[in-house]
T-cell receptor
Framework: DGGITQSPKYLFRKEGQNVTLSCEQN?????MYWYRQDPGQGLRLIYY???????QKGDIAEGYSVSREKKESFPLTVTSAQKNPTAFYLC??????????FGDGTRLSIL | GQQLNQSPQSMFIQEGEDVSMNCTSS?????WLWYKQDPGEGPVLLIA?????ELTSNGRLTAQFGITRKDSFLNISASIPSDVGIYFC???????????????FGQGTILTVHP
C-alpha cells in the first residue's frame, strides 16, 4: 500500500542526546514536511523540502535539523539544543499544488 | 508566522445534531483544507477547497471557501459517535516562491459526540 511511514511510534530522549525520527514515503511525492504538535495547538512547521538535496526552515526550526538525500526519505533530528522537545511530531508529503498527506506521527518524550 | 483563528475550540453535542465550525484569517489564502485527527494518529484530509465561494460536500460534511478568501467553514450534519476527534482547518498560499505548499493551521476544534 502507498503511504507515509513514521518510526518509531514512541521515542524517549535523555538530556543532552540527539535523536532522529524517520519518515519514509512511497507516494512519489516531491515535497515533504515536518510539523510539531503540542496539546491545544495547531501544527507548526519545522522544516520542509521541495526537492532532493534542498530544504527550507519553517516557523520553528531552532534545535532541529533535517536531510533530504533521497526522494523517499526526510529524517528529522531533534538536537540537544531543543530545550522543550516533548511533542507529537508529524511528517507529511505532497505533489505540486496538491494537499498534504500525513503519517501517523512519533511521540517524543524526555526521560 | 501567520495564524488562523478557528472556533469553537471544543464542542459537546448529542448524536444526530448538526455541527458547524469556522476559520478566519487576516491574510488571504488560495486553498483551504479541512482535516480530521483521531487520537494518536495523523490528520486525514476531509475536504479541499480551491476557489473563492466554492461549496463542496463529502458525505455528511460540507465546507465553503469564503468570498473574501480569508475564511472557511465546515458543517457536519446528523453527527454520529465516530465523528469524535479534532478538526483542523488549514490555509495554503499555493505554488510558487518560498511559500510553495506551506500550510498554516488553525488551533483545532475538539468534537465530542454523546450517544
Amino acid at each position: 500500500d502507498g503511504g507515509i511511514t513514521q518510526s518509531p511510534k514512541y521515542l524517549f530522549r535523555k538530556e543532552g542526546q540527539n535523536v532522529t525520527l524517520s519518515c519514509e514515503q512511497n507516494l512519489n511525492h516531491d515535497a515533504m514536511y515536518w510539523y510539531r504538535q503540542d496539546p491545544g495547538q495547531g501544527l507548526r512547521l519545522i522544516y520542509y523540502s521541495q526537492i532532493v538535496n534542498d530544504f527550507q526552515k519553517g516557523d520553528i526550526a531552532e534545535g532541529y535539523s533535517v536531510s533530504r538525500e533521497k526522494k523517499e526519505s526526510f529524517p528529522l533530528t531533534v538536537t540537544s539544543a531543543q530545550k522543550n522537545p516533548t511533542a507529537f511530531y508529524l511528517c507529511a508529503s505532497s505533489i505540486f499544488s496538491q494537499p498534504q498527506h500525513f503519517g501517523d506521527g512519533t511521540r517524543l518524550s524526555i526521560l | 508566522g501567520q495564524q488562523l483563528n478557528q472556533s469553537p475550540q471544543s464542542m459537546f453535542i448529542q448524536e444526530g445534531e448538526d455541527v458547524s465550525m469556522n476559520c478566519t484569517s487576516s491574510s488571504i489564502f488560495n486553498t483551504w483544507l479541512w482535516y480530521k485527527q483521531d487520537p494518536g494518529e495523523g490528520p486525514v484530509l476531509l475536504i479541499a477547497l480551491y476557489k473563492a465561494g466554492e461549496l463542496t460536500s463529502n458525505g455528511r460534511l460540507t465546507a465553503q471557501f469564503g468570498i473574501t478568501r480569508k475564511d472557511s467553514f465546515l458543517n457536519i450534519s446528523a453527527s454520529i459517535p465516530s465523528d469524535v476527534g479534532i478538526y483542523f482547518c488549514a490555509g495554503q498560499l499555493g505554488a510558487g516562491g518560498t511559500s510553495y505548499g506551506k500550510l498554516t493551521f488553525g488551533q483545532g476544534t475538539i468534537l465530542t459526540v454523546h450517544p
